[in-house]
């Protein structure tokens, strides 16, 4: 356990002298590309970074490899392609080449979430948020692929996580600030600014427009999630419901409320999803 000043409580964590080893994303896919492939799947690797960079300004230093990959225990026939995209900028242009390289017929890459197909036979735990709500909203997100690897005989899927470049982190809090739980609450906001949704803890800043459930607060700012699902669910000025864990944040300058989407009690009653979702067809 390691003790953690805001919240006045000690939090599962790691000490840096228990850590063996720190595997860098960036690094090891340069190690990877430098060589022939020797697999099926190193090839498709190839294949699909390739393609990215032939379609957008992309280059291989934008990108960083995770999972199975980054470790050295995939298996060649089996394994995902697991990639790291690094910065809010080079994201967009992923995201709007995927979307161009999805329309197009002949394109090798198509999007993982285009039916409640893609989710048939997964295990759907959450209350507030249906199986069809959670294809519709990783549609958009446009970070899932599936690549159709002719020489493997397989479709392969490619997950792009984005990771902040080292200049876009900060810490937003002192080591004076506090924070205390407030209890449930439920409420329906405007989304005011999505710029750091994409990473984890995924922020949006929010303007309330109505509490059902839960106390009435001033200055309720924004949502914390460190809830994967829940990843890139909004955009900026879209309405959204969200469920969660009130907390009130006691900084020296100016206290706020912000919700807080975790692991802990009611977790599967979490949700931050679009406003009416029911209403909206996969398409």
Known sequence: MVWHEPLQKSLVGVKRA????AGRPAKVLRSMLAKQPADTLLEALHEVLDLLQQKSSLTTRDFGVFG?????????RLSDIDLVIYGIEKLNC???????????????LRNEFTSLKSVEGKRWKF????????????KRKLIYALLHHKKSGRTIKAEFEPVKQWKEIRNGYSPD????????????ARVTNDSEAPFMPSIYQIEP???FEGKHVDHIQRVVSFVEEFRMQAQRDELVVVEGNLEQVAMPNEPFHLVTLSYGPRYYEQTLKIHRTNSLELS
């Open 18 to 21: 228990q850590i063996l080893h």
């Open 68 to 76: 199975s990959l980054l470790h050295g225990f995939y298996h060649p």
């Open 94 to 108: 992923l995201r709007e080449t995927l979307d161009t390289l999805y329309r197009e017929t002949q394109s090798p």
């Open 127 to 138: 209350l507030k948020y249906s199986l069809k709500e959670y294809v519709w909203h990783q």
């Open 177 to 188: 600030t506090r924070i205390t739980p407030k209890g449930w609450t439920k409420l329906l």
């Open 209 to 211: 427009v109505k509490i």
